[in-house]
């Protein structure tokens, strides 16, 4: 174990001659989850549009139907902002805009007379989601005035025949409309169809926080990294005859290579440590799941710098080495999670990257960080990635002992 150390010492003091190394390794991950809480902030992020409202009646029912748009959620998704017709249609030309609405001249009055009228709605092909809930609001709206004309469809027009209605008819239109509320309240009070839902799985649902997203996801692509900077100094020592002279000695390839996870071990505290300090603050992770993050982020980048050194060691030269650790890298980055998070993937495309070593590791950080993950499920994926690590420790051995140091 003394030569562990030694070999741990070594390898430290040897990142020490290179400070603009260590301050890419360690500066990344703090200064990419830096980034994403100045872009995305520290809430959820929910989809909204701009709709433009071209409203040339000017009348009662034409400002009922742009109130009806600030209501509800439907006010949270679309902003309205009142233009003309030229400067709308200009607008969402240019992408200014996730819908247009015009309301011609004389759409109350129809309304209230129970003619036809039409609106024109003219959505932008650039953008998928906001149109379609312009679309589907104004299709809502056009069938909610369709039943109330239905209902009451002949008083709303004596009402507004253009002439002031007698005291007579005020009356038997408010006993009118007294009694259709009496029916449709047979319906709803008490009602006579009930509603029950159970929520079965709550993944995916709502907003997504992308900083939360986010973070794992960057800090395990720092990791991917270091694990392969870290690597590629095996061929480093056997150019230099160490690898060689170690096997004349006493001491135990094993050894060796402990030290050299230890040394990474030490490079990951420091990473890990100030990118989840960092997310403790925006995303008010406990002292516990800290802890966690950052212990679980040191045994994953101890289990991947191991995968790609099995590599780097099998390689017949080193340049073959830097390429196929480099082909290995980014297929798993991309898949992984470590490019983008599984909550902003394709779903069939998240499934298969949640079978791989790091997207194991991204998913189960996310958990931690969400304060969801128990100490059952991160001791599964821990057992996991340490079987994985073992299998690929014992390769390495092999393989330095049988010929690679030569």
């Not at 989850?33 to 995305?40: D, R, T």
Request: hydrophobic fraction near 55%; glycine fraction near 8%.
């Amino acid at each position: 174990m003394r030569f562990a150390w030694a070999c741990t010492l070594k390898d430290l003091r040897r990142l020490r001659r290179d400070p603009i190394a260590m301050a890419i390794w360690l500066g990344l991950p703090i200064l990419i989850c830096v980034l994403l809480v100045l872009i995305f902030g520290r809430g959820s992020v929910a989809p909204q549009g701009k709709l433009l409202l071209a409203d040339e009646d000017s009348s009662f029912v034409s400002s009922l139907l742009a109130g009806a748009f600030s209501q509800g959620p439907r006010g949270e998704m679309l902003v309205v902002e009142k233009v003309s017709r030229q400067d709308g249609r200009a607008r969402i030309n240019r992408g200014d805009g996730s819908a247009l609405l015009v309301v011609p001249k004389g759409f109350g009055n129809a309304v209230l007379k129970g003619e036809a009228s039409q609106l024109k709605l003219v959505t932008n092909p650039t953008q998928n989601i906001l149109p379609q809930i312009a679309e589907q609001s104004v299709s809502i709206l056009v069938e909610a005035v369709f039943y109330v004309q239905t209902l009451a469809g002949d008083r709303i027009s004596a009402l507004a025949s253009g002439t002031a209605p007698a005291d007579q008819q005020v009356a038997e239109a408010s006993i009118e409309f007294n009694r259709l509320a009496t029916r449709v309240s047979g319906f709803l009070d008490p009602r006579r169809i009930d509603l029950e839902t159970e929520v079965v799985e709550t993944k995916g649902a709502g907003s997504v926080n992308l900083t939360a997203a986010f973070i794992p996801s960057m800090l395990f692509l720092s990791v991917l990294f270091l694990a392969m900077g870290f690597s590629g100094d095996v061929w480093k020592e056997r150019r230099q005859a160490v690898l060689r002279r170690l096997l004349v000695t006493p001491a135990r390839v094993e050894s060796f290579l402990i030290g050299r996870v230890l040394s990474l071990a030490a490079v990951l505290l420091l990473a890990a440590g100030g990118a989840v300090l960092i997310a403790r603050a925006v995303l008010t992770v406990s002292v516990t799941s800290a802890i966690a993050a950052v212990a679980f982020t040191i045994l994953s980048g101890v289990c991947l710098y191991l995968i790609l050194q099995l590599v780097v060691v099998y390689a017949p030269s080193e340049r073959a080495a830097n390429i196929l650790s480099n082909l290995l890298l980014f297929p798993l980055a991309m898949l992984g999670g470590s490019f983008a998070p599984f909550e902003v993937m394709p779903q069939w495309l998240a499934s298969i990257g949640r079978l791989t070593p790091n997207g194991w590791a991204v998913a189960e950080l996310g958990e931690i960080l969400a304060g969801k993950s128990g100490p059952l499920e991160a001791g599964v994926v821990s057992l996991r990635l340490l079987a994985l690590a073992a299998v690929a420790f014992d390769l390495i051995v092999r393989r330095l002992r049988r010929g690679f140091a030569l």
